[in-house]
């Protein structure tokens, strides 16, 4: 809210500072978001270097160091049902779960851009044969066909890319199809027509630098909501397979351990919810900064 | 308003065919045979063969569809391939669980998301408004299994009030309304209206303060109109949009449970689905997921319908 009246503050944008720079000065001025850009930037550097950073074997296990409470001699964060070094797995878990969690948005993003900019150019036939089948699609709640899929599927990480990616590109398409309608209405689309071009010269040129960011503000608004279902399906065991460090996982073996040491239990999802989190409040900061409405 | 109805009902047929279309695909898309799951490992190639033919999967798909739907119109839904017991009785005996779960999370998400959503659209831009907004935002964010096993290390492990799994004493899955079975239901519930009561919330703040600062509310507080008197007109601009957001909330309340069920062993729909998924009982799988897909298309016409009876505007569209 504060961000709209800075943006104002700030006045016309000249010439050399164009529409991106003032994003990104409106960005900078947004405490919140800048602490959670900070965060998700420090979650995916410790989940890439994790190798680099002195820590544990995230495998080796041990039988006499068992579910070791936080603050342990050697064991910072404590050890996990089969002795190995939760700081070291929560670290090394961060590699896959923001990769399931993340990517699924990144490659609906491109399938769904490109299925709504085409129904929304073409309009008619086209138009009707994607948007209905994409309305079927939405007769499903996302974590049901998430289920579904995976649960039909079996575990494993390409099952869950796969099936997470099917739940997102009806929304996506959905919000590029009508931004693309929108466009497409516009005079100088029929002027562009007019003059000769075609269909993919006015699309290339004059259509997507005008619906794409509408559309990655709506995608990075569903990467929260996404990173939750990632893990939720190694939570249910139909993702990510053991002994892989995995949060949604982890949480899930560790649930034996409540009656022993419950907060210990309780840790792999607090990293799913501090992460989901800041990827809302980064959204919803992006989102005031570019001044889209929703 | 009946013509209306029949309208939004011939619009819904299509869908219902296409979620039909993708629950048959599901099983298609599965690895391995069907069958593997319950034949033994030496059955010979006739006797593959006979059972293949016994549950019809020697059909080309097309057929295979046409049987499976044509079954479907007469409540049959094939049979369990773990249990061997009809598909149709154990969803159904299921989804009531789910739903009576799904109905207690909304009647606890409802009235608080109003009145917070309310609370914040009122007093804009102050610090009340703020906090609800970090609750809503929270409350989106939060990863409502892992949420419900902090609950659980609260008020069952640390306090010990309340139970943490099943749906009644003693494992019992038939529910009654006593405060044997209640306690049973609160944490799974309050769980499960976490995450509703963050949207509702976001909502009706959304649509209470835009409304608040339209023309007509200064011009009933210029005749004269008390304070109260003008809420109830805000209430009424707003109803029809957020009651479309809550009817949606109650489908995905429905569909989404299976997480939390997992969480507290809640003898629902979730449940039912966990099992399938880990017996490769793809017949259960199918038929539940129809079911509460189903449910999701049907919630959605009625949400419809009572969205264009409380506001006329809507059916002129």
């Not at chain 1, 342990?72 to 990769?99: N, P, V, W």
């Not at chain 2, 005996?93 to 959503?117: T, W």
């Amino acid at each position: 809210m504060a961000l709209v009246e800075t943006s104002e503050a700030a006045g016309p944008a000249s010439a050399q500072s164009g529409y991106w720079s003032g994003v990104a000065r409106r960005l900078v001025r947004d405490p919140v978001t800048m602490i959670c850009l900070g965060i998700i930037v420090a979650l995916i550097l410790s989940a890439v270097f994790a190798p680099w950073l002195g820590l544990a074997d995230p495998y080796k296990g041990s039988m006499i160091a068992r579910l070791k409470p936080l603050g342990t001699e050697g064991h910072l964060l404590g050890t996990d049902e089969q002795g190995r070094d939760m700081l070291a797995r929560l670290i090394y878990g961060g590699r896959l779960t923001l990769f399931i969690g993340l990517m699924p948005v990144v490659l609906a993003f491109f399938v769904g851009s490109v299925l709504g900019i085409v129904a929304g150019y073409a309009g008619g036939i086209t138009n009707t044969v994607i948007m209905r089948t994409v309305d079927v699609f939405f007769a499903f709640p996302s974590v049901l066909l998430a289920i579904a899929i995976s649960g039909a599927l079996g575990a494993g990480i390409v099952n869950s890319l796969v099936s997470l990616t099917i739940v997102f590109i009806p929304p996506i398409t959905r919000v590029a199809e009508a931004v693309t309608s929108g466009v497409r209405a516009l005079d100088y689309i029929d002027a562009a027509r007019a003059s000769g071009a075609n269909a993919l010269t006015v699309i290339r040129v004059h259509v997507i630098g005008n619906v794409l960011s509408p559309i990655f503000v709506y995608a990075t608004s569903l990467t929260s909501v996404c990173m939750i279902l990632a893990a939720g399906l190694s939570f249910l065991g139909i993702g990510v397979r053991p002994p892989e460090p995995e949060w949604g996982l982890m949480l899930n073996t560790l649930r034996s351990a409540i009656y022993v040491n419950p907060w210990l239990s309780a840790l792999p999802g607090l990293m799913i919810f501090v992460t989901s989190l800041c990827l809302n409040l980064l959204s919803d900061g992006v989102r005031s900064a570019m001044n889209v409405r929703d | 308003m009946l013509s209306y109805f029949l309208r939004r009902l011939i619009l819904v047929l299509p869908v219902a065919f296409g979620v039909s279309v993708i629950c048959f695909l599901l099983v298609q898309i599965a690895p391995g045979d069907p069958l593997t799951a319950i034949m033994p490992v030496d059955a010979t190639a006739e006797e593959q063969a006979a059972m293949r033919a016994a549950y019809g999967l020697d059909k080309p798909l097309p057929v295979q569809y046409g049987i499976w739907i044509a079954n479907l119109a007469q409540g049959d839904m094939g049979r369990s391939i773990a249990t061997g017991r009809p598909v149709a009785g154990e969803v159904f005996g299921a989804v009531q669980n789910s739903l009576l779960l799904a109905i207690s999370a909304a009647v606890i998400a409802f009235p608080i998301g109003i009145f917070l959503g309310f609370l914040a659209g009122y007093f804009r831009d102050t610090l009340l408004d703020r906090a609800v907004t970090a609750i809503s935002i929270a409350g989106v964010s939060v990863p409502n299994y892992w949420l419900g096993i902090v609950l659980v290390i609260i008020f069952s492990v640390s306090l010990g009030w309340l139970p943490s799994m099943g749906a009644g004493p003693g494992g019992s899955q038939d529910w009654g309304w006593d405060w044997l079975h209640i306690r049973h239901l609160i944490l799974p519930a309050v769980t499960l209206a976490v995450v509703p009561i963050g949207i509702v919330a976001r909502t009706v703040r959304a649509l209470s303060g835009d409304i608040l600062t339209m023309d007509f509310v200064q011009a009933l507080y210029a005749k004269g109109m008390s304070r109260f008197d003008v809420l109830a007109h805000v209430a009424r601009n707003a109803a029809a949009t957020a009651l479309s957001v809550m009817g949606l909330q109650l489908g995905y309340l429905l569909g989404g449970s299976i997480l939390i069920e997992t969480v507290f062993n809640w003898p629902g729909s979730g449940f039912l689905l966990s099992n399938a998924i880990f017996q490769r009982d793809l017949p259960l799988l199918q038929g539940t997921i129809l079911v509460l897909a189903l449910f999701f298309v049907a919630m959605n016409l009625i949400v419809d319908v009572a969205q264009a009876a409380i506001d006329p505007r809507i059916k002129r569209n």
